[in-house]
């Protein structure tokens, strides 16, 4: 097979940041997907519709030239949220909230520190039909890194889902065996995104031979155990699991340092990255539920109309980028071939 023509894709999940950025980071997405769910981890975060509306604004303007591209937008959740945040954000076109709990990744500590005190506010969401995406992990200092997404999943996700069944969950970029099983057992009311590089690496390619920060995201790469079932989780084709990129970029310097920030800036390959993995799991015909389809009707909105073509092509994904404030980047896979690339 020598091209691919997929309906065209949405991301499900990424981070845009805001100012100069935009110009940078909004191109890149909208070379090939259609839409995008946005988070909302600004510094200060997007807690209500008014500053939604005001960044969706910000996002339009960068957008380049004939661009039908259109980002998604989602509200921040924090201690004091109410629900008429909620109503008001789901009236001017919000669709999603995002739980973070407090410290668990960039740009949290303003998030959620009781989630039992949040019920109100789900209910308010189950009722308004807006749904709940959430970043996983538990944050408790005696909890191991590489096990807070399943304790996670023991103390906190299997009590919201049982509490709220008319509630749409997306349990965000899911990065282990229980998470997959736990989506894959759940209703029809519970799915999940899987990025790229869970898809692509484990933590051997993080700290084997020397740390490797830009590999380095939250949640943390797990072992290759883990990432063979998310792997055959995406190889069945299954509705419950779509794209999410988690593209998430930090310039060089934060990430080279000696407290260097979690997040692959992936955007610039995303599609190609997944159709890789499609290729090695002999699924590329699943290639287009995954990347264009399951995430939208798990929203309820319309599948996209239009196409992309993917060529098989051998490229190289550039060492650096330079973002708008002169700083260079290192893109997710700098350096690195891969073999298919989207046809312009
Ligand atoms: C994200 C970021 O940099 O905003 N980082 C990451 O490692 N994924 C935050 C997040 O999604 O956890
Ligand atoms: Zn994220």
């Known amino acids: 097979m020598t091209t691919l023509t997929i309906r065209t894709p949405d991301d499900w999940h990424l981070h845009f940041r805001d100012g100069d950025m935009l110009t940078e980071t909004v191109p890149a997405t909208a070379r090939c997907f259609q839409r995008a769910i946005v ?20 996002i339009l303007a960068a957008r380049p030239a004939g661009s039908t591209f259109e980002p998604l937008m989602t509200l921040y959740l924090t201690n004091a949220t109410t629900g ?17 709990p407090a410290g668990a990744t960039t740009n949290s500590s303003a998030a959620v520190t009781d989630l039992e005190a949040m019920y109100p506010i789900f209910d308010v969401m189950a009722e308004q039909g807006m749904l709940l995406l959430v970043h996983g992990e538990v944050t408790d200092h005696h909890i191991d890194i590489f096990d807070r997404e399943k304790v996670f999943i023991d103390q906190k996700m299997s009590k919201i889902v049982a509490a709220f069944p008319h509630l749409k969950v ?19 009311n519970v799915a999940a995104t899987i990025t790229p590089q869970h898809l692509l690496l484990n933590r051997n390619d993080l700290l084997v031979g020397g740390v490797r920060p830009h590999n380095f995201c939250l ?5 290759n155990t883990h990432q063979a079932v998310l792997r055959q989780m995406v190889q069945s084709g299954s509705p419950k699991f779509f794209l ?24 610039w390959s995303a599609i190609e990255l997944y159709a890789h993995v499609f290729e ?17 009707d798990f929203y309820g909105l319309p599948r996209n109309e239009g196409t992309i073509t993917l060529m098989r092509q051998e490229w190289t994904l550039p060492e650096e980028i330079i973002l708008p404030d002169g700083r ?10 891969v073999s298919w690339k989207l046809q312009n």
């Not at 990065?175 to 736990?182: C, Q």
């Not at 949640?219 to 072992?223: A, D, G, H, S």
């Not at 260079?328 to 071939?337: D, K, R, S």
């Open 244 to 267: 999410g990129t988690d593209s998430a970029p930090h310039a060089k310097e934060a990430k080279e340092n000696a407290c260097g920030c979690a997040g692959c800036y992936s955007a």
């Open 219 to 223: 949640p943390v790469l797990k072992r």
């Open 280 to 296: 090695e799991l002999g699924a590329l015909d699943k290639l287009e539920g995954f990347a264009s389809d399951h995430g939208a």
């Open 84 to 100: 008429q945040d909620i109503i008001d954000a789901k009236a001017v076109g919000v669709v999603a909230a995002k739980l973070y």
């Open 170 to 188: 997306v349990f965000e970029h899911i990065t282990t065996s229980d998470a997959a099983h736990f989506v894959n057992d759940a209703s029809d």
């Open 39 to 58: 988070m909302p981890n600004l510094a200060p975060p997007v807690v209500n519709a008014t500053l939604a509306m005001a960044y969706k604004e910000r």
């Open 328 to 337: 260079p980047i290192v893109p997710f896979f700098a350096g690195q071939q």
